[in-house]
C-alpha cells in the first residue's frame, strides 16, 4: 500500500480542510513544541484536528522535541496528552527528533533514554507511538536497539528514500503544494495500514470499549453555575450522563450538549446565551420548565 499525506502545523496557517481532503490519504498534525506549556501549543492545533475529525480525515500527531533531560521528555509527554485528550487518531503519536542545538548536542546514550521515557509515558496512555527523525539522525544519533521497538517516520527529501532501516513513513518533501494550504508543505508516503493495527489493538482513543449514552451534556470544569444548568438540561434527557471538559471523551454520547461559555467540543446542541441568567433560561425552555 501506498497512501499519501502531509504533515502540518501553525506555520501553514488557516488550512481549508475541505478542499484539502479529496487530495490526501492522512494528515499528522503538530500539537506543539517543548514543554508542557500552553504557550508551546501550536496555535491550529485545535483547529486541525476538529476539522479532520468533521471531515473524517485520518490522522495523527507529532511533538517537535528540545529535550535534553529525563525531565523534558516527561513533560513533552504530558504536553502531547494534555492535548489529544478527547480525540481518536488514526496514525501514532510521533516524538519529533531533529533539533541539532539541544537534544542533538547529547550522547546518543542519553537521546535513547531521552526517547524511551516519552514513548513509555504514550503507550501506557494507549496510544501507538513513533519516532520521526531525518536519515542522518537515523544512521548517527538514534543507534540504540531501543529505537527498532518504534515505529519510524523518516524524513529524505529524494527521489528514493536510502534509509536501509524498517520505516511506516517516508516524508519525502517539504515544498509540496495543495489547494487550499498557502504555500509550502511536507508531503509523506506512508506503506503501512496504522488505522488497522491501531483499531485493531483498541489503542489511540479507540471507542471499542468506550460506554456510549444516548446523550452527554458537557460544562466547563471548575464553573458551578454551569454544572446546575448542565444537571437541569439532563433532567427530560433519557440515558443521560454529565460530565466537564477533562472528563468528556469523543464519540461517549449519540448527542451532544454543551452548556455556557465551553469551548473547544463538538456537540449537537448549544445552550449557550449572552450571560447565565440567560443560558439558565434556554435549559429551562429546553426541559418544559418555561
Known amino acids: 500500500m501506498k497512501l499519501k499525506g502531509i504533515d502540518v502545523s501553525e506555520h501553514q496557517g488557516i488550512i481549508n480542510w475541505d478542499k484539502i481532503k479529496g487530495q490526501i490519504d492522512f494528515a499528522i498534525i503538530r500539537v506543539g513544541y517543548g514543554d508542557n506549556m500552553t504557550s508551546q501549543d501550536d496555535s491550529q492545533f485545535k483547529r486541525n484536528i476538529q476539522e479532520c475529525a468533521r471531515l473524517g480525515i485520518p490522522v495523527g500527531v507529532y511533538i517537535y522535541s528540545y529535550a535534553v533531560t529525563i525531565d523534558h521528555a ?59 527523525a531525518n536519515t542522518y539522525w537515523f544512521n548517527n544519533k538514534l543507534t540504540s536497539d531501543i529505537f527498532n521497538r518504534y515505529d519510524k517516520w523518516v524524513a529524505e527529501y529524494n527521489s528514493n528514500c536510502n534509509y536501509r532501516g524498517n520505516y511506516g513513513i517516508w516524508q519525502f518533501t517539504d515544498s509540496g503544494t495543495f489547494d487550499g494550504i498557502n504555500g509550502q508543505v511536507d508531503t509523506n508516503y506512508c506503506y503501512v495500514d496504522y488505522q488497522s493495527i491501531i483499531k485493531k489493538s483498541s489503542l ?28 437541569i438540561l439532563s433532567w427530560k434527557l433519557e440515558d443521560c450522563i454529565v460530565v466537564n471538559h477533562e472528563e468528556y471523551v469523543k464519540g461517549m454520547g449519540k448527542s451532544v450538549y454543551s452548556v ?21 433560561k434556554l435549559a429551562e425552555e429546553r426541559v418544559g420548565l418555561r
Do not use: M, Q, W
Open 74 to 132: 516527561k513533560s513533552e509527554a504530558e504536553h502531547v496528552l494534555r492535548n489529544i485528550k478527547g480525540y481518536k487518531l488514526d496514525y501514532p503519536v510521533y516524538l519529533d527528533l531533529e533539533d541539532d542545538g539541544t537534544t542533538g548536542t547529547l550522547d546518543n546514550s542519553v537521546i535513547a533514554s531521552i526517547a524511551k521515557t516519552f514513548c513509555d509515558i504514550i503507550e501506557a496512555a494507549g496510544y501507538h507511538v513513533g519516532i520521526y
Open 204 to 231: 489511540n482513543g479507540s471507542e471499542k470499549n468506550l460506554k456510549v449514552y444516548r446523550n452527554v451534556v458537557v460544562y466547563a470544569k471548575g464553573s458551578d453555575a454551569d454544572e446546575c444548568i448542565a444537571k
Open 260 to 280: 455556557g461559555a465551553l469551548t473547544g467540543v463538538e456537540a449537537n446542541v448549544y445552550i449557550r446565551g449572552k450571560n447565565r441568567e440567560e443560558t439558565l
